[in-house]
């Protein structure tokens, strides 16, 4: 039968089949997946096969996943030469970023934005903590805003201790399978608890199938909401280093840059020192906003040209 990945914690996984029942269920032998090497070969969201295995505990098993519509991945925090699919067929993400308490870095953001781009998932940002800003982040919020908003994306203000931005954000998760994500401590889970508070009870009940132990703020998790969606819960996370993307195509992924690219001298321009480069020159000229071309800069150094 068809089920929906709901939880992985790598060992087990929980899954809501067709009739809306959940299961826990096992990996079983060796999946084809996209040729990636990953360290969560099922992620939440993944569409796979369940059958019960015909023995005496009559355990459910993963025997196939579904093509992914698309996937978010990340180079593995515990071995750089692998993939950790975040969440996969997703209509959308969201990243809640701070100014203050604790501050979320434009390099940050960009590096989400740029795995946005590279596997096809548009991104919405949402500032939090819009209640402990003084003009300095008040300021920066608004030069921020217009970075991203001029790029095609949405910008968002939210204060959860205010109450206010709060609908505005919760109309976008309508009918959307959403990724949340974002540092520790920026409000994903307030805003989950605040908004939907419902899904309290259904998060110790989650971990009542699936628990075994394991501390349930580790893994991502999706839930139905309500009002029609599903949101898909993530750890916070500490840093976002980049998988799969050469150094040449970086630049495809800043929408800015990529307005642009076919008008540099040189096809294989890396907007660094090259002459008659159109990116350096909207740069000067402020059309492109020079954090997000040092953001890039920064970016393109970090990327491995070894093949794995």
Aim: aromatic letters at 10%; glycine letters at 6%; charged letters at 25%.
């Amino acid at each position: 039968m068809n089920a929906l990945v709901y939880k992985s914690t790598g060992s087990w996984y929980v899954v809501k089949n067709e009739n809306g029942e959940f299961f826990n269920a096992r990996i079983k032998g060796k999946l084809k997946i996209d040729n990636i090497t990953s360290t969560n070969p099922v992620a939440v969201g993944d569409i796979v096969d369940v059958d019960q295995e015909d023995t005496e505990d009559g355990d459910m098993v993963i025997t196939n996943i579904h093509d992914r519509k698309n996937y978010i991945t990340r180079q593995s925090p515990h071995n750089k030469h692998q993939h950790h699919i975040i969440a996969s067929n997703l209509d959308q993400s969201l990243l809640f970023a701070t100014l203050k308490d604790p501050k979320t870095s434009q390099g940050f953001i960009d590096r989400f934005l740029v795995a946005s781009e590279a596997y096809h998932v548009p991104a919405i940002i949402v500032f939090n903590k819009s209640d402990l800003y003084k003009k300095k982040e008040l300021d920066k919020f608004e030069e921020l805003k217009f970075i991203y908003e001029r790029n095609g994306y949405k910008v968002l203000s939210m204060s959860l201790a205010q109450h206010t931005g709060i609908d505005e954000v919760k109309d976008l998760l309508k009918n959307k399978t959403t990724l949340l994500s974002g540092h520790s401590g920026v409000g994903k889970s307030s805003f989950i608890n605040i908004v939907f508070p419902e899904l309290l009870l259904k998060t110790q009940n989650v971990s009542d199938w699936s628990g075994k132990g394991l501390h349930t703020t580790t893994f991502a998790e999706m839930f139905d909401l309500p009002i029609s969606g599903k949101i898909i819960d993530t750890p916070g996370l500490r840093e976002f280093a980049l998988m799969d993307i050469e150094k040449n195509e970086l630049s495809h992924y800043f929408p800015e840059m990529r307005a642009l690219v076919n008008e540099c001298r040189f096809n294989n321009c890396m907007h660094i020192d090259e002459p008659g480069c159109a990116v350096k020159q909207a740069v000067e000229e402020g059309k492109i906003s020079a954090d997000r071309y040092v953001s890039y800069v920064n970016i393109l150094g970090t990327i491995d040209t070894k093949k794995w």
